[in-house]
């Protein structure tokens, strides 16, 4: 840390990753040059702080924010070259890919990442679940190199006692997704790496869930769940943030959101399909099959739902939500 200089994360501008050094150079220009950077950081310089438009790396000031003692005096907004939902995936995702490791589902959203990526994978999910099952089948498809953090069932409860001490909520779901992501960062550590791809903020973005297809309001849930994807980033990066590392997510990139927002819903959730643009992207980077596949939950697929539910009657609670106000 120069001169009081500070950068976790890293930074780009119109898709060019800039060095630590390139970053103090600017910032001595003035706090203005920030409100154009892109990246996924915490910046910290003489006297000021900011963090990225959508928080992904932690810190102490608003996301797309910058502050001075207090007082927010600038914004974080971005504005790269408009592009195609299909170049702008494909360059957030080329942006992260530098000694990252992908956590790989089997889904369509994680499965694009792996392929676009073209690094090492790793899936988390009890032996037997339907994540690893299905991460195998598009590793061996994709000829990628795939390793499994096979959860113990014996360490979820010092796990989830473990996330549960730092993830804002602590309901189900947000526990037993914390819950799987303790082990995915867990290995990432103990293999060397501090940054991990995932897919998260697909379903909110472009129509990914169940309900979608029910609803007669979609457009507002679409924004409703939309606006609730910085509380999921801060569960996510509260987890990793236990073992040193970081959740990398290509589809908040700004171009990725800019791109996303502007398809109308109808053309999201059509004919029965969910997401349907993101899954017209992967088929030309994917087998039809893989592109087109319905998937799990990460609690579900994953077997951590499962999981907590037996260790909920284990322990004579009535319902799992009992059972994690027990170990809080």
């Known amino acids: ?7 976790k994360g890293w930074v780009e501008v119109d898709g060019r990753r800039l060095s630590g050094s390139e970053v103090f150079d600017l910032v001595q220009e003035g706090p203005q040059i920030v409100s154009r950077f892109g990246g996924e950081f915490f910046l910290r310089w003489d006297g000021f702080s900011a963090r990225d438009r959508f928080g992904i ?26 592009s195609d939902l299909a170049a702008a995936i494909k360059t957030a995702v080329l942006l ?8 790989l589902s089997g889904g369509v959203d994680s499965a694009l990442v792996a392929a ?52 804002p909520r602590a309901d189900p779901v947000d526990g037993s997704i914390a819950a799987t992501l303790y082990f995915v960062a867990e290995w990432a550590k ?4 501090e940054r991990i791809l995932a897919g998260q903020g697909a379903d909110e973005l472009f129509g990914g869930y169940a309900r979608y297809l029910e609803t007669e309001t979609l457009g507002q849930d679409l924004d409703r769940d939309f606006l609730g994807l910085p509380a999921q980033a801060a569960r996510d990066q509260a987890v990793a943030g236990l073992f040193g590392a970081l959740f990398s997510l290509p589809y908040l990139d700004v171009r990725v959101v800019r791109a996303a927002r502007g398809i109308p819903p109808e053309e999201k959730v059509r004919g029965g399909v969910r997401k349907k643009p993101l899954r017209e992207v992967a088929a030309r980077h994917l087998p039809a099959e ?12 994953s077997g951590m739902m ?23």
């Open 96 to 103: 992260r890919r530098d000694g990252a490791v992908v956590a």
């Open 290 to 301: 893989i592109a087109h596949r319905e998937k799990k939950a990460m609690q579900y697929g």
């Open 57 to 82: 790396v932690p810190g102490d000031c608003p996301a797309g924010s910058v502050v001075r003692d207090g007082e927010v005096v600038g914004v974080v907004d971005p504005d790269p070259p408009a």
């Open 116 to 167: 676009l990526a073209g690094r090492e994978c790793v899936v988390a999910g009890v032996e037997g679940s339907h994540d690893l099952r299905r991460a195998r089948e598009v590793a061996q498809e994709l000829d990628l190199s795939l390793e499994e953090a096979v959860i113990d069932p014996g360490r979820i409860e010092d796990a989830l006692t473990e996330v549960l001490a730092v993830i």
């Open 1 to 7: 840390m120069e001169g009081g200089f500070e950068l």
């Open 306 to 328: 499962r999981e907590m539910k037996r260790l909920a009657r284990r322990r004579g609670c009535s319902n799992v939500s009992e059972f994690l106000e027990s170990l809080r």
């Open 190 to 193: 103990d293999h060397g790496y």
